[in-house]
């Protein structure tokens, strides 16, 4: 069936350089997206969103940009800071209330 | 507001027993879901409710999980009898109206409750 997926598992970067967070999704009716951050024995928490009819969306220190030719989503993250360590969730709404996960990317900031 | 609230955080049981998981919503939202994570599948959608009805349960494994929301301000999801498999964290969620700065409603999580059965 359809669904959305991560390309890596696992993201080091540097403290203090951008990170870049990919998600490739598949169902062509998706037309809601988010990112959630789940830190380490807590729940998911809400980031930023966007719908299918925008290309860019953005927050503080985190831009989602949407490319719908090639279905695909990012999350950036300005700055990465130790607290950013975390597994990051892209998440899909095909037509129903429900959300579609990925299986998240572990972000790891290198000191 | 206190979020979403879940009890109990960490559930140990042995197998066939009958566990009981609670959520306590964020007050005014509408709509309540319950999602199971484990390593091997990920996050996953149980069930959701609407203005306490269940709206899609498709996502329920089998007969043995239950969900109720005999009220706006709480929700349970029951398994029983309880299998090692069924060990996981149960995440409860809820949204609600729009709120500043979100193109949707936005699902609000709970802490969740880590479930051990042996």
């Known amino acids: 069936g359809e669904s959305v997926g991560l390309h890596l598992p696992t993201l080091s970067v540097q403290e203090g350089d951008n990170s870049i967070i990919n998600c490739a999704y598949s169902?062509?009716?998706?037309?809601?997206f988010i990112w959630y951050k789940q830190e380490s024995g807590k729940g998911p928490q809400f980031i930023i969103d966007?719908?299918?009819?925008?290309d860019k969306r953005q927050g503080q220190r985190v831009t989602v940009l949407l490319n719908k030719t090639v279905k695909h989503l990012s999350l950036q993250i300005a700055a990465t800071q130790p607290g950013d360590s975390a597994v990051y969730f892209c998440?899909?709404?095909?037509?129903?209330?429900?959300?579609?996960f990925g299986k998240g990317t572990h972000l790891i900031i290198q000191p | 507001d206190a979020g979403v609230i879940q009890s109990p955080r960490h559930e140990v049981t042995e197998m066939g027993q009958e566990v009981t998981l609670r959520c306590k919503p964020i007050?005014?939202?509408?709509?309540l879901f319950w999602y199971r994570q484990t390593m091997m599948r990920g996050l996953e959608l149980l069930i959701y409710?609407?203005?306490?009805?269940?709206?899609?349960d498709s996502g329920m494994p089998e007969d043995r999980f239950s969900a109720k929301m005999p009220n706006a301000s709480f929700s349970t999801l029951k398994i029983q009898p309880s299998e090692p498999r069924d060990s996981a964290v149960y995440f409860c969620?809820?949204?609600?109206?729009?709120?500043?700065?979100?193109?949707?409603?936005?699902?609000?999580f709970g802490p969740g409750t880590r479930l051990t059965v042996l």
């Open positions: 969620a809820s949204s609600g109206p729009l709120a500043s700065g979100r193109l949707l409603d936005t699902q609000y």
């Open positions: 169902n062509s009716a998706s037309d809601y």
């Open positions: 966007i719908r299918s009819n925008m």
């Open positions: 998440a899909d709404r095909g037509g129903a209330d429900g959300l579609t």
């Open positions: 007050s005014g939202h509408d709509y």
């Open positions: 409710f609407n203005n306490n009805v269940p709206i899609d």
